[in-house]
């Protein structure tokens, strides 16, 4: 693939441009902070997202790094059935969130989904989502920070440390400025940048793939490929598909559990414009979605297995003009970005409302929701300067949503039945199963062991079955509480009978 060349002249030119490029989302920010009266007001944008911002900051936290970077890479290496978890089952997700819980949650008056499993579970329940969903937040925000760090160091040559720290350093600060405000003003400018990048580097290896001619480009790029690294499912085996279900599941399902989409729906100013907001997003997140993995399919054409650094700027490199390669790198500056903010104040607001504020609620809450926002940063930072080996152990710990969220959710938003014991029982059984087999699996390596004595079949992942054991639970918890609740409602019931039918009794 060559090596990456930056001349002097345009290391400057794209240090000037992303310079400006911080100055104006900070200048968003310093006007959104003349926004925030209240809490109230920092969490959720005092619910008055009209559709036009409510959509746009979901499509820009949905659109970050994994979209821009990792889906295309990993298109590259394996076909279009690696796109499983994002973007098919993260747009998917999106869709689901639109059709069936926008508008039912809007209309709870929630601050954090947490308040929500308070409200219908108890307070215990309050705390333990509150503890399942703030750390599956630290490796996606540590990753991010590295991520970025890396463009930094490509271009400009900045040391991986220093650039961890500025970039923590500028995404926590236009979030601790403004709050929701601020992310969703500087969301709206960033996946404007990141279309136009987008757009513009696939138009470019198109029309050069084809000499001149987009069909061309598309025709050669087709003809070039072999038939299976164009089938969006798996299907080659049943062990196979099963991996790309759990994939697609984890995206399309354990997202809806999570702060960050639950903010954005809680933001917007009635339920009508949480519903289309999401299913706005969800569309128009399927259709960018297809321009990363269009150029991952390029890299695969072009570069068969050797990729030995991230596709897309290796791409820019390859096809863009300088002007336009300068607009795709603050492109995925902005893609980053528009993820790190939303990552950092998504568990800052449930650990402050959820936890400080419960533990002391003499707290001012706008200071501690500011105060929580550092504390998830700085978290985040430490696990990214630790090393890949640190962050990487939670980077999948988003499933965490899944196993042990989502099942109570259903339940509690949709139905009567199963109470706070059934709902607690799901989140610890869910939860605790996931950890135990993260860390024998990552910690432990305890399939290199096993591995000999299983059938191939059971070398799958354990999602599914994680989120099924939750869902037993809940189930059986729920008919115990209920059986024990009919039982002392009958003893109650035939108690007073026998006093009744008792003259001195009743007297």
Same mark, same amino acid.
């Given at each position: 693939?060559?090596?990456?060349?930056?001349?002097?002249?345009?290391?400057?030119?794209?240090?000037?441009?992303?310079?400006?490029?911080?100055?104006?989302?900070?200048?968003?920010?310093?006007?959104?902070?003349?926004?925030?009266?209240?809490?109230?007001?920092?969490?959720?944008?005092?619910?008055?997202?009209?559709?036009?911002?409510?959509?746009?900051?979901?499509?820009?936290?949905? &659109? /970050? %790094? +994994?979209?821009? *970077?990792?889906? @295309?890479?990993?298109?590259?290496?394996?076909? !279009?059935? $690696?796109?499983? =978890?994002?973007? &098919? /089952? %993260? +747009?998917?997700? *999106?869709?689901? @969130?639109?059709?069936?819980?926008?508008?039912? !949650?809007? $209309?709870?008056? =929630?601050?954090?989904?947490?308040?929500?499993?308070?409200?219908?579970?108890?307070?215990?329940?309050?705390?333990?989502?509150?503890?399942?969903?703030?750390?599956?937040?630290?490796?996606?925000?540590?990753?991010?920070?590295?991520?970025?760090?890396?463009?930094?160091?490509?271009?400009?040559?900045?040391?991986?440390?220093?650039?961890?720290?500025?970039?923590?350093?500028?995404?926590?600060?236009?979030?601790?400025?403004?709050?929701?405000?601020?992310?969703?003003?500087?969301?709206?400018?960033?996946?404007?940048?990141?279309?136009?990048?987008?757009?513009?580097?696939?138009?470019?290896?198109?029309?050069?793939?084809?000499?001149?001619?987009?069909?061309?480009?598309?025709?050669?790029?087709?003809?070039?490929?072999?038939?299976?690294?164009?089938?969006?499912?798996?299907?080659?085996?049943?062990?196979?598909?099963?991996?790309?279900?759990?994939?697609?599941?984890?995206?399309?399902?354990?997202?809806?559990?999570?702060?960050?989409?639950?903010?954005?729906?809680?933001?917007?100013?009635?339920?009508?414009?949480?519903?289309?907001?999401?299913?706005?997003?969800?569309?128009?997140?399927?259709?960018?979605?297809?321009?990363?993995?269009?150029?991952?399919?390029?890299?695969?054409?072009?570069?068969?297995?050797?990729?030995?650094?991230?596709?897309?700027?290796?791409?820019?490199?390859?096809?863009?003009?300088?002007?336009?390669?300068?607009?795709?790198?603050?492109?995925?500056?902005?893609?980053?970005?528009?993820?790190?903010?939303?990552?950092?104040?998504?568990?800052?607001?449930?650990?402050?409302?959820?936890?400080?504020?419960?533990?002391?609620?003499?707290?001012?809450?706008?200071?501690?929701?500011?105060?929580?926002?550092?504390?998830?940063?700085?978290?985040?930072?430490?696990?990214?300067?630790?090393?890949?080996?640190?962050?990487?152990?939670?980077?999948?710990?988003?499933?965490?949503?899944?196993?042990?969220?989502?099942?109570?959710?259903?339940?509690?938003?949709?139905?009567?039945?199963?109470?706070?014991?059934?709902?607690?029982?799901?989140?610890?059984?869910?939860?605790?199963?996931?950890?135990?087999?993260?860390?024998?699996?990552?910690?432990?390596?305890?399939?290199?062991?096993?591995?000999?004595?299983?059938?191939?079949?059971?070398?799958?992942?354990?999602?599914?079955?994680?989120?099924?054991?939750?869902?037993?639970?809940?189930?059986?918890?729920?008919?115990?509480?209920?059986?024990?609740?009919?039982?002392?409602?009958?003893?109650?019931?035939?108690?007073?009978?026998?006093?009744?039918?008792?003259?001195?009794?009743?007297?």
């Amino acid at each position: 693939m060559g090596e990456l060349v930056i001349t002097p002249n345009l290391k400057w030119a794209l240090g000037i441009t992303i310079g400006i490029y911080v100055v104006l989302i900070y200048a968003l920010s310093l006007w959104a902070r003349y926004k925030i009266r209240n809490s109230e007001d920092y969490v959720v944008a005092g619910r008055r997202l009209p559709l036009s911002l409510a959509w746009a900051t979901l499509l820009a936290t949905w &659109f /970050g %790094a +994994g979209t821009m *970077l990792a889906a @295309a890479d990993e298109v590259a290496r394996g076909g !279009l059935h $690696r796109a499983a =978890l994002d973007p &098919f /089952g %993260a +747009g998917v997700c *999106l869709l689901l @969130a639109g059709i069936f819980f926008a508008s039912k !949650l809007w $209309r709870m008056k =929630l601050l954090t989904l947490c308040d929500f499993f308070a409200r219908r579970f108890g307070r215990f329940a309050e705390v333990t989502s509150a503890c399942l969903m703030v750390p599956s937040y630290f490796g996606w925000v540590a990753a991010q920070f590295v991520a970025l760090a890396g463009m930094l160091n490509l271009f400009f040559g900045l040391p991986m440390t220093a650039g961890i720290v500025l970039v923590a350093l500028v995404g926590t600060g236009y979030t601790l400025l403004g709050g929701m405000w601020s992310v969703t003003l500087t969301d709206a400018l960033q996946i404007l940048l990141v279309a136009i990048g987008l757009v513009a580097l696939a138009y470019e290896a198109l029309f050069q793939l084809g000499g001149g001619s987009l069909g061309a480009g598309w025709d050669r790029l087709i003809g070039s490929l072999p038939p299976e690294s164009l089938q969006p499912v798996d299907v080659q085996s049943l062990a196979g598909f099963y991996v790309w279900l759990t994939a697609f599941l984890i995206g399309a399902l354990g997202n809806i559990p999570g702060q960050d989409l639950m903010q954005r729906i809680f933001a917007a100013k009635s339920a009508r414009v949480a519903r289309w907001a999401c299913l706005l997003a969800g569309a128009a997140y399927l259709l960018l979605a297809m321009f990363p993995l269009l150029l991952g399919l390029v890299a695969k054409s072009l570069f068969l297995e050797d990729f030995q650094r991230a596709v897309l700027p290796a791409l820019a490199h390859l096809f863009l003009q300088p002007v336009f390669a300068i607009i795709f790198v603050v492109a995925l500056l902005s893609a980053v970005l528009s993820t790190i903010d939303s990552a950092i104040l998504s568990p800052a607001v449930v650990l402050a409302q959820n936890v400080i504020l419960r533990i002391k609620p003499t707290l001012p809450q706008l200071a501690t929701n500011q105060v929580a926002v550092v504390v998830i940063a700085a978290a985040s930072l430490g696990m990214a300067l630790a090393g890949e080996t640190a962050y990487s152990l939670l980077e999948d710990a988003y499933e965490l949503t899944l196993v042990g969220l989502f099942v109570p959710l259903v339940f509690g938003l949709f139905s009567g039945w199963g109470g706070s014991s059934a709902a607690i029982a799901a989140m610890v059984v869910g939860g605790g199963l996931w950890a135990l087999h993260y860390v024998g699996e990552h910690l432990w390596n305890w399939e290199y062991f096993l591995q000999p004595l299983l059938p191939s079949w059971l070398h799958v992942p354990s999602t599914i079955p994680i989120t099924l054991a939750a869902l037993a639970c809940y189930a059986i918890m729920g008919w115990i509480t209920r059986h024990t609740r009919h039982r002392i409602t009958s003893d109650e019931q035939q108690n007073l009978v026998t006093i009744s039918s008792d003259g001195s009794a009743h007297a």
